[in-house]
């Protein structure tokens, strides 16, 4: 949590762990092990700028397509587009495995991580425990609608979703403030029986 918010000044409310990445070759300059997290925040609480070693961070929005075993990862920012490509080589105890073919310019085996918490995510992102697990206590129904859309990249019939969602969500009696329009309802999560 304190390199995150180091270097974009950022604090998440949760983070989730991915994967370990330990290839000895994945770094030129010598055997690195790296921990992976994925984290989902809401729009209005992204203003990132850079640390000391980050100084150009940003934000990209990000789409991943897997059609049989090749994978394509999109990065946008502004005029900045990045395309990389990969294969998906296995996938054990539910963690998949990708060799890069085209890494589009991204350092290292960074694209293969961001390819895998893409597919972790999206794997695991119908069971609603792993969504609430990224918001607030409680929280509107287009949030809690906000976070799946973004995680499986498409968007969500309202009506579908709240019926998907509705064995998993209590109504609280509290409305949301200050947003500049009409108050909405807030939610939370059912507490099993």
């Known amino acids: 949590m304190r390199e995150i918010t180091e270097e974009t ?33 809401s729009e209005e609480n992204l203003n990132a700028h850079g640390g000391d070693d980050a100084t150009d961070a940003k934000w990209f929005d990000v789409e991943f397509t897997l059609n049989g075993g ?9 005029e ?12 054990k105890f539910g963690y998949p495995h990708f060799e890069i073919s085209d890494s589009g310019g991204i350092a290292f085996d960074h694209t293969e991580i961001i390819a ?10 119908e ?3 792993i969504i609430f697990d990224f918001l607030p206590e409680k929280f509107t129904l287009s949030a809690l609608q906000k976070v799946q859309e973004a995680i499986l990249n498409t968007p969500l019939l309202p009506a579908n979703f709240r019926r998907k969602a509705s064995p998993y969500i209590e109504e609280t009696d509290e409305y949301t ?17």
């Open 9 to 41: 000044g950022i604090t998440p409310d949760a983070l989730m762990p991915d994967a370990v990445f330990s290839s000895p070759v994945r770094d030129p300059r010598g055997w690195v092990i790296s921990n992976s997290f994925v984290s989902v925040m």
């Open 80 to 91: 900045t587009l990045i395309s990389a490509k990969l294969r998906m080589k296995s996938v």
């Open 116 to 125: 895998c918490a893409l597919y972790r995510l999206r794997s695991i992102i």
């Open 177 to 193: 403030t200050g947003a500049g329009h009409r108050p909405a309802k807030l939610f939370k999560r059912k507490q099993g029986d």
């Open 127 to 129: 069971d609603f425990d």
């Open 70 to 78: 090749e994978a394509m990862l999109v990065l946008r920012c502004e």
